[in-house]
């Protein structure tokens, strides 16, 4: 039996930014289910791609469900397929990996994950946006925002204060209960980045401040996928110049 799963990250958008080890397991492939959120360049860079493409949604508002997609893994793996399920950025970080992954080994089926460069980590970095500083900043949070949860603001909160970064995934939908919650303990111009289409060409940065950012967002019309970067220290420092300067041209 050649039956197997491949939980594969594709990264932040960028194909470029794929691994080697992924682009292997897609040649592999028999069926490749892939993401909303992954670059369809990506097929491009692999020339003896042979698998049955089957697109699996996640863009929100549409009909697909995890239990579809379950279903659909099932059934290529009972007909004794290679299966690679490719998801945008890495598998088990804010993704549901871990259930495809339960949900094939309970099947007696083989399982093997490729992580994926997330963009929580990616999309700041290309933007020459430090995460951690020496001496200031030695925490690194990444979090969700797609739910409004008390305790989890607090802890942002006390994260920021202490001079360390939060990057903060699908947020954009409750971004105005986010940030009047986090004005509370950091201040109303406590500073905050929000990238949209991160690592693609089209990618655009707004500089704000906590109580700013939601009205810049609508003046930009910012849609998803936006990484929100939050953090005293993250203009703070020489390396980000070409940064301010790019924002002072964006924002004109």
């Known amino acids: 039996m050649k039956a197997k799963l491949i939980l594969v990250g594709a990264g932040p958008g960028d194909p470029e930014l794929i691994t080697l080890k992924a682009l292997r397991a897609l040649e592999t492939a028999d069926v490749i289910l892939y993401d909303n959120l992954v670059n369809q360049k990506i097929f491009d860079l692999v020339p003896a791609l042979q698998a049955e493409l089957v697109y699996a949604g996640k863009l929100k508002g549409e009909s697909f469900r995890q239990e579809t997609i379950n279903e659909q893994i099932l059934e290529y793996l009972k007909k004794d397929k290679v299966v690679v399920r490719l998801k945008g950025g890495d598998p088990f970080i804010f993704a549901r990996g871990v259930e495809e992954l339960e949900l094939a080994q309970e099947q007696g089926y083989q399982v093997e994950v490729i992580p994926g460069l997330t963009s ?133």
């Open 120 to 252: 929580g980590l990616a999309v700041p970095v290309l933007n020459k946006i430090t995460l951690t500083m020496r001496n200031k900043s030695d925490t690194l949070v990444f979090a969700t925002g797609h739910e409004i949860n008390a305790e989890k603001f607090k802890l942002w909160g006390d994260v920021l204060a202490g001079g360390n970064t939060l990057l903060l995934y699908m947020a954009l939908g409750n971004i105005v209960e986010i940030t009047d919650a986090l004005s509370l303990k950091l201040g109303e111009e406590f500073p905050v980045l929000a990238i949209e289409n991160g690592s693609l060409e089209d990618q655009r940065i707004i500089s704000s401040s906590l109580s700013q950012v939601n009205q810049k967002l609508i003046d930009k019309s910012f849609k998803s996928p936006v990484m929100f970067v939050l953090g005293k220290n993250i203009l703070n420092n020489s390396v980000n110049t070409e940064l301010r300067n790019l924002l002072k041209t964006v924002e004109a």
